[in-house]
């Protein structure tokens, strides 16, 4: 089994909907991250969490919103998905931070 | 401002040669600079990073160089492989536990 999984691993989805792509770690990391991948714009940071307690915009977190049910558990929601949220989305987690193991990708498209 | 500008955004090299990718950053309170390899259809992975106070780190083919004046890092890959072929992110992040990436670099590696 995979370290970090994530699923969907793909969704066509309607403009307007409501939209939860979950995370899951094997790995006991503390902090997870939620990151969008565009061709040619690299991995750009929606949100991340430290803790449970511990919730934190990135540079892209408008349109999004996050839960972290437990220390192994980050999902991310899209409550009105548009089409420029078409994009592949990568969960990852890390111990310090400093390195991070990344699920496999959620390729989400908005018709 | 993108703190992590990477260059070339693609790179042709014939196998047996060496692919240097270079990466440029801003915010001087980076302290960690990683490499991560992505194939298609699979999240981003960890190749080989580097601290700023080594000036080369090699890990088998892979050498990170470093120059901390100019601020400025590359990765080497010396003997280049059609299995190398991927995209190339660089990556800085600092003691927050945050990371910043470059825009990535598609390697293609024609035997």
């Known amino acids: 089994d995979a370290d970090v999984t994530q699923t969907p691993r793909n969704r066509i989805t309607k403009t307007g909907k409501r939209i939860m792509l979950e995370c899951s770690q094997t790995?006991?990391?503390?902090?997870m991250y939620w990151y969008r991948q565009d061709p040619g714009l690299g991995l750009r940071l929606i949100y991340y969490s430290f803790d449970v307690k511990d919730i934190n915009k990135g540079e892209i977190s408008d349109g999004y919103s996050v839960s972290r049910q437990a220390q192994a558990k980050f999902s991310l929601s899209l409550e009105s998905a548009i089409p420029n949220q078409t994009a592949l989305y990568f969960c990852?987690?890390?111990?310090?931070?400093?390195?991070?193991?990344f699920g496999e990708g959620s390729r989400l498209t908005v018709l | 401002q993108q703190q992590v500008k990477q260059s070339p955004q693609s790179l042709i090299v014939q196998k047996g040669g060496i692919s240097i990718i270079n990466c440029a950053y801003e915010?001087?309170?980076?302290?960690?600079f990683p490499w991560y390899q992505q194939f298609p259809g699979k999240g981003p992975a960890l190749l080989i990073a580097i601290r700023p106070d080594v000036s080369e780190k090699k890990e088998g083919r892979f050498t990170i160089s470093f120059n901390k004046s100019a601020k400025q890092f590359s990765l080497h890959i010396m003997d280049s492989q059609p299995g190398d072929s991927a995209t190339y992110f660089c990556?800085?992040?600092?003691?927050?536990?945050?990371?910043?990436f470059g825009d990535g670099t598609t390697l293609t590696v024609k035997p």
């Open positions: 990556a800085a992040s600092t003691n927050a536990g945050k990371s910043t």
């Open positions: 990852a987690t890390g111990m310090g931070g400093r390195e991070l193991f």
């Open positions: 915010n001087t309170a980076f302290d960690y």
């Open positions: 790995k006991g990391h503390d902090r």
